[in-house]
Each structure stands twice: as structure tokens, then as C-alpha cells.
């Protein structure tokens, strides 16, 4: 912990405030007794671009839940990949349809983030990416694209606008506050307006233009993060960064403006090593949650988890281990995640869709992982 000097300091500049470090043995792990697993969509359906991963979701009022994913050749030094798209009933779970909704020669669709707007229309924002001659894969401008059917059609593809002379090309998460949507996105110092950040930006016209609300990356005091989600709380917003390399993923809460009031690690605390991959958030009974792929101390292998945090002191009170659960599975990728709510036989389902390949897998597969709430909540 910081000397009480520097403390004072960081609460002035409105930088995040240092974690106060907690020990593994004090905050309980759970395991749920209740489990259902289901493969959505195997990669053994396809002839080529066999690999399945980064699925996000949005659930729509009529017992369906639209899920996009990549199908490509690898992780991410693949040359091109599609976008496809499955429709699954959530009275059956099954899915019902299945189409390719973005393909580009030589580009690939990374993850592609839905959003439905006020006014019922699909948007679907993408991170669209190429590999670049020395083997490295680069960003290019966000694309996106609307349906007004619930998803069975869609219009061409169309690039983001600048924002203040800055190009967001990674989108990461959506929050709709009455007929205001926030959407967090990154953008890339290579790219045009040449700026490093994770940002907020806003839109009062159903998603018809966006305009720049605040630099979060500053706010924190200029860390290295990327993948991010938010949510609205009573007070303000609450948003989860993870950082890069070395750089902790941290949870922070703000105020209706989007001021810093606080912040605080998530990982190298020593209840968690490394990163949260692709980190969702959502608060259920008064309590945060923090969805995402997490690795315990001492395990070898990546899991799948759920924290229960603190929504006044941000302090993890329990961490739910959903797959994986004692570390020593071969998880060779996985676990980026989206969730949807159910109703079952009187008791109230945390579905999530994730992808995972294992031991000799060849490549991931898109699967369905269930809990009953009550058992890790």
C-alpha cells in the first residue's frame, strides 16, 4: 500500500486509489452443485475457418438470444475471419438459425458487440482488424451494421465517423440511460487522431452520431488498459478495466459525469493472478459482479469465474469458479464471455455463452455453461 502522502496525492489528482491488499484465504471460493453444459456450436461443423471464439450476446423480449462470434483459423494471427451469427431459443436451447453476417477479403472480424437502441433496431459494431506485413495484426476503423428485423437482414457495412478528429475502433460495451447510449470504446495511437485510449462516448439520436464524453485512460491516471465494460448505478457509473502486461485490471466507480470518485485492483491482489480477460459487469441485489476468464493463485491453467464485489468499497468479498474450477484442466483459450437470465422450475439461471478449447482440441468450440443464481451468487 502506498505511503499515506501518496494517497493524498492520487485523491486530489483523481487518480485511482492503490488496492488494499487482500489474501487469498479470506474471501471465499464457490463451486456451484448445479451445472448444465451444452456445445452451441462445434468446430467440427465447418470444413475451414474452424476457429470459434468471442462470443457476445443480446436478449431480445422474445425468448431468443442473438450471439455473434469470430469463426477464423486462430486466435488472432489469422489472416481473415468472418463474422457469423446464431439465433438460440431460450425456452429450448436450441439453436434455431445460424449466417455469416460480415466477411471482408483479408480482414477479419474480431468481436462484434451488439446493441439495441430505443427505438428496437440491432446495431452491431465490430472490431475489424488485418494483418500487416510483418505478421503482426493492426486495427482499422470500427464498422457497423443495423437490422429492423431482429436480426434475420441486414444492411451493408458502414464505418464509424471520427469523434472530435478521433477513430474509435474497438468497441467494447454499451449502456442505455433513458434515451442516452453510452458506448466504451478504444482507440488506437496508429490510427487517425493518434491517441491511446479507452473512452466514453455518447449518442442522443438512437446511435445516428456519437459524441466524445471522457477519456477513462486519463481519468485512471494514463494506465495501460483495454478490454472494458460498464454499467449505470444509482450514484453514477461503475467500469472495469483490464490492464495490459503487468498493469492490474481494476473496477472504478464514477459519477454521473464521469469524474473519477474511485478505484481499485481486481488482480495481483492475491486472490487473483494476471488479467480478466474481456471483463463483463452487471449488479444483481446491490452487489457488483465482474464476469470474465481468471486464474487463481497457484493454478496452471486459465478458469472461468464470477466476483461478487463490494459496490461501496469495491472490495471482492467472494470469487465463483463456473469451469475449471480447480485449475489444473489444459484451457489453451476460452472464456471471453456474454450472459443472459432464465427462469427454471422456480429458480433463477445465470446462462453464460463463452468459447473453449481443451488438451488436444483443435480448435474452440461456442458453449453454453448455466448456474442456478442462488449457488454463486
Known amino acids: 500500500m502506498k505511503n499515506i502522502i501518496t494517497w493524498i496525492a492520487c485523491l486530489i489528482c483523481q487518480f485511482p486509489l ?55 483459423t486462430a486466435h488472432g494471427n489469422d489472416r481473415e475471419a468472418v463474422c457469423d451469427i446464431i439465433r438460440l431459443s431460450t425456452a429450448t436451447n436450441r439453436v434455431t438459425a445460424h449466417q455469416t453476417i460480415g466477411s471482408i477479403a483479408d480482414r477479419k472480424f474480431q468481436i462484434t458487440v451488439p446493441l439495441q437502441t430505443p427505438d428496437g433496431k440491432l446495431h452491431f459494431y465490430t472490431d475489424l482488424q488485418h494483418t500487416g ?12 451494421t443495423t437490422s429492423e428485423d431482429d436480426g434475420k437482414t ?14 474509435y475502433a474497438y468497441p467494447f460495451d454499451f449502456v442505455i440511460d433513458n434515451n442516452v447510449i453510452y458506448m466504451l470504446a478504444m482507440s488506437f495511437g496508429y490510427r487517425p487522431g493518434g491517441r491511446w485510449s479507452v473512452a466514453v462516448l455518447k449518442s442522443e439520436d438512437a446511435a445516428q452520431s456519437w459524441t466524445f464524453v471522457k477519456n477513462i485512460t486519463e481519468a485512471l491516471g494514463d494506465i495501460a488498459i483495454n478490454e472494458s465494460a460498464f454499467l449505470r448505478t444509482a450514484d453514477g457509473f461503475a467500469v472495469v ?30 486472490i487473483l493472478e494476471g488479467l480478466i ?48 474450477e480447480t485449475g489444473t484442466l489444459p484451457v489453451k483459450d476460452g472464456y471471453y464471455a456474454g450472459f443472459y437470465w432464465t427462469e427454471k422450475d422456480g429458480a433463477t439461471w445465470l446462462n453464460t455463452v463463452t468459447y473453449r478449447s481443451v488438451a488436444n482440441d483443435e480448435y474452440p468450440d461456442i458453449v453454453r455453461l448455466a448456474f442456478r443464481w442462488e449457488e454463486v451468487q
Request: no cysteine; proline share 5%.
Open 18 to 72: 492503490a488496492a488494499q491488499e487482500q489474501r487469498a484465504d479470506t474471501v471465499p471460493t464457490v463451486v456451484a452443485a448445479t451445472k448444465e453444459s451444452q456445445i452451441l456450436l462445434s468446430h467440427k461443423q465447418f470444413a475451414d475457418k474452424q476457429y470459434l471464439a468471442f462470443p457476445a450476446l443480446i436478449q431480445l423480449p422474445n425468448d431468443e438470444v442473438l450471439i455473434t462470434l469470430k469463426r477464423g
Open 133 to 144: 506485413p510483418d505478421g503482426r495484426h493492426y486495427r482499422e476503423g470500427m464498422l457497423y
Open 154 to 167: 441486414y444492411k451493408p457495412w458502414t464505418t464509424l465517423n471520427l469523434v472530435d478528429g478521433v477513430e
Open 241 to 270: 478495466v483490464r490492464g495490459y502486461h503487468d498493469q492490474p485490471t481494476q473496477i472504478a466507480k464514477f459519477d454521473k459525469s464521469f469524474n473519477l470518485v474511485s478505484a481499485k485492483d481486481l488482480t495481483g491482489t492475491g
Open 277 to 324: 480477460g474481456w471483463p463483463r459487469i452487471f449488479s444483481r441485489d446491490g452487489k457488483l459482479y465482474v464476469l470474465g476468464r481468471i486464474r487463481l493463485p497457484g493454478t496452471a491453467f486459465m478458469q472461468f469465474g464470477l466476483l461478487r464485489v463490494n459496490a461501496e468499497n469495491l472490495a471482492i468479498e467472494q470469487v465463483a469458479l463456473l469451469d475449471n
